[in-house]
């Protein structure tokens, strides 16, 4: 059986519901086996910087599809959980919660491929079932697009999914994301399965950023800084009706070629942070402002001062309302 996402009560104060970790701020990383050769591969000195700097928590991007046989079981290589595990390990160890995600495939372009994800899913939650709950969260798809931009195809997507990871995690919370690459919009229509039970959140993405000489008119200041009010203001309406608070998972400057603009697209979209409640979110990426591969060190101190100026607010109360 299904449940609308929005089951709460109108206007309700932000509440986070028993078991559902706080994850604070933190910052979008990759494992040691990326494929993308602009997320850099983990490295222990990069887990106690993020956490020495005040942050919370890693949203931690594995890439399983080029690991994983591409028949049926969908056995995923022992070699990718044993290179993975150095990241885990490191990054609990520094006293980071992590979100654990998939990211970087194309297997979202056939809407049968449910299944494949699915086990996925179950080797993954199998393996990380011993992570207590309050440390390890599980984002279920990233960004979904394409055939999942279909509504009734993500939300069946979600129900194999979650199946899946309750084998073995009965209370592992778990983030639901939007189609139209988790596009707030679209809360309204996603619909959470009954086996997440109390324990999920909703998340979304807000990323851009506007050319000094824009080519384009959706490229200029004033058409981003609307585009970012206008997301921000979606999940606030959802975060109100459901009492909820909502998880940012992916926010800040977008693309490798933007320093520019990186400062004053952070700032614009830390102010909407700020302005909407947001209590929750994962910036994107941590080598945009870590030097992650030479000498280590922050390159970018002014866009992490912004970072750290949202890290003093009132978190949301725990546990069940009154």
Request: aromatic share 12%; glycine share 6%.
């Given at each position: 059986?299904?449940?609308?996402?929005?089951?709460?009560?109108?206007?309700s104060p932000l509440r986070l519901p028993e078991g559902v970790p706080d994850l604070g701020f933190g910052f979008n990383v990759s494992t040691r086996v990326p494929r993308a050769a602009f997320w850099p591969p983990f490295r222990p000195e990069h887990a106690r910087a993020i956490r020495a700097a005040g942050f919370h928590h890693v949203r931690l991007r594995m890439e399983v599809m080029q690991h994983a046989d591409p028949e049926p079981p969908y056995r995923i290589a022992p070699e990718f959980f044993e290179a993975n595990d150095e990241a885990v390990r490191g990054y609990l160890a520094a006293g980071l919660k992590i979100v654990l995600c998939l990211a970087g495939d194309d297997y979202e372009k056939d809407p049968a491929n449910d299944t494949r994800v699915a086990e996925w899913w179950r080797q993954l939650a199998a393996w990380y079932r011993r992570v207590p709950d309050e440390d390890m969260v599980f984002d279920l798809l990233v960004e979904p697009n394409h055939a999942l931009d279909d509504i009734a195809v993500l939300n069946r997507w979600h129900v194999s999914l979650t199946a899946a990871v309750r084998e073995t995690n009965p209370r592992r919370t778990l983030i639901y994301s939007p189609g139209r690459f988790s596009h707030p919009v679209l809360f309204d229509r996603m619909v959470i399965p009954e086996a997440a039970g109390e324990q999920?959140?909703?998340?979304?993405?807000?990323?851009?950023?506007?050319?000094?000489?824009?080519?384009?008119?959706?490229?200029?200041?004033?058409?981003?800084?609307?585009?970012?009010?206008?997301?921000?203001?979606?999940?606030?309406?959802?975060?109100?009706?459901?009492g909820r608070p909502v998880y940012l998972a992916a926010w800040g400057c977008f693309g490798e070629g933007s320093d520019a603009t990186r400062l004053p697209v952070t700032r614009a979209q830390a102010d909407l942070i700020r302005k909407h409640d947001v209590r929750m979110a994962s910036y994107i990426a941590f080598h945009h402002v870590y030097e992650a591969r030479a000498e280590p060190r922050w390159t970018r101190p002014d866009v992490l001062a912004v970072l750290q100026g949202l890290l003093i607010v009132d978190r949301p109360a725990a546990g069940p309302g009154p």
């Open positions: 059986m299904l449940a609308l996402g929005h089951r709460a009560q109108a206007e999920w959140l909703a998340g979304f993405n807000v990323l851009g950023h506007w050319d000094e000489t824009p080519t384009s008119p959706n490229r200029r200041e004033s058409f981003q800084r609307a585009r970012f009010e206008q997301r921000f203001a979606q999940a606030a309406r959802y975060q109100r009706r459901t």
